[in-house]
């Protein structure tokens, strides 16, 4: 079954990888990216792993998802038949700063491009959600029924899309919705050639301790070592953003393969791990030391969050199939290799 794509933010970071994966599937992809955060060279890698017939299956239609007329365009490009949607913007701290900006993008945004697959008939749609929507959870892992407290606007921006998206398949029969919550993409294409290129200082973990390993950052701040968990620094579920992209995959073709529905899903490993297991992991990986430092708790962190990733198995077939050994040596050939991102092209 080969199907005409619609890729939002098809250039960024969890986008580029998504998209390998479905040229590899044999789909024809339209990209839609304003490079507000991310670079043409992402595509041309993209293009370049999958070898030149394959590439000729991607088209890219560089304008932002809040205009009717770059979204047309996209349209216009090839009959579309769903479209999985990555634009938007995902700084919390930034959303904190500026929340009209991020409700314009993430809601605004999302409303233009419903807008537009109505006028062209598509009700096929898999939506990048969030696990910031759960908050500070009860219950650890974390089922998809958890109570939804976004705790900053880039999570109730991710929370108003989840209600849009609920409301609108509600609204009229034939939409296949898919909400997919990923947990803490990190890791890269096993080649080096694409990865997490975040423009200025990271504030994630992972792309942060890469850049300390490959020597652009001094020292690792540890955002407090006196949490209840194991070791007293921070647990997170760090799935591997090659295992996430097989996720929209395998999400597509349940849409597609199955009756409408509306479906909501965690993506993430099952399993914890402490900041100080991943920084041994790294240093395991990249044969450098990560001098790190404790500092004061970040505020609004909590100490765990793990997906229960159950339902995504059972109504998928998927699981992650790479651990975190996997995810520190693909970050550390992409980081090595790139050290300034997509900045320094070859
Ligand atoms: P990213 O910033 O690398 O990718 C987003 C892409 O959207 C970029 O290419 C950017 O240029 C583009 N974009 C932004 N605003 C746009 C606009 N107005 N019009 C057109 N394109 C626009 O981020 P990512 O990590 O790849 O995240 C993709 C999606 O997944 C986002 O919606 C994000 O909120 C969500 N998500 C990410 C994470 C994470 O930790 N990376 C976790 C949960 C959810
Ligand atoms: N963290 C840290 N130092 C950093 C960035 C993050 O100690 O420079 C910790 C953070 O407190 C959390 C974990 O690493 O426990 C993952 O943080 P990240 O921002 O990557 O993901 P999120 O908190 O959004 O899940």
Redesign the pocket.
Same mark, same amino acid.
């Given at each position: 079954m080969s199907l005409q794509l619609l890729i939002t933010g098809g250039a960024g970071f969890i986008g580029s990888h998504t998209c390998l994966s479905l040229l590899e599937a044999g789909h024809g992809l339209v990209v839609l990216d304003n490079f507000a955060n991310s670079s043409p060279e992402a595509l041309r890698r993209v293009q370049e792993l999958t070898g030149p017939q394959a590439a000729t299956r991607l088209q890219l239609i560089r304008g932002d998802i809040r205009s009717r007329e770059a979204v047309a365009q996209a349209f216009r490009a090839a009959p579309i038949d769903a479209v999985l949607h990555f634009a938007g913007l995902k700084a $919390?701290g930034e959303s904190v700063r500026q929340p009209q900006r991020y409700w314009d993008v993430n809601v605004g945004g999302t409303l233009q491009l419903l807008k537009a697959m109505a006028d062209h008939n598509c009700r096929t749609l898999v939506f990048s959600s969030s696990a @910031?929507l759960y908050g500070f959870p009860d219950q650890v892992p974390i089922p998809e029924k958890a109570p939804l407290r976004p705790i900053n606007p880039y999570g109730h921006t991710k929370a108003a899309v989840e209600r849009l998206l609920t409301d609108v398949a509600a609204s009229e029969p034939g939409w296949r919705v898919a909400a997919l919550r990923y947990f /803490?993409p990190v890791g890269a294409h096993p080649s080096g050639r694409l990865g997490e290129a975040p423009s200025g200082t990271p504030? /994630?973990?992972?792309p942060?301790l890469s850049q300390v390993a490959v020597g652009l950052r001094p020292t690792?701040?540890?955002?407090?070592a006196d949490w209840p968990t194991p070791d007293g @620094?921070? $647990?997170?579920d760090y799935i591997h953003v090659m295992d996430l992209a097989e996720g929209h995959r395998a999400a597509l073709e349940v849409l597609v393969r199955e009756p409408p529905q509306l479906l909501t899903l965690n993506l993430g490993s099952g399993r914890g791990h402490s $900041?100080l297991e991943l920084v041994a992991a790294f240093e395991a990986a990249s044969g450098r030391a990560i001098p790190y430092q404790v500092v004061a708790r970040?505020p609004g962190?909590s100490p765990t969050?793990v997906a229960d990733p159950s339902l995504a198995t059972a109504r998928l077939g998927w699981r992650t199939r790479r651990g975190l050994a996997e995810i520190c040596r693909d970050g550390w050939a992409w980081q090595s290799a790139n050290p300034q991102g997509y900045g320094e092209a070859h």
């Open positions: $919390v @910031t /803490n504030s /994630n973990l992972f942060y690792l701040q540890v955002f407090g @620094t921070g $647990v997170r $900041v970040r962190d969050s």
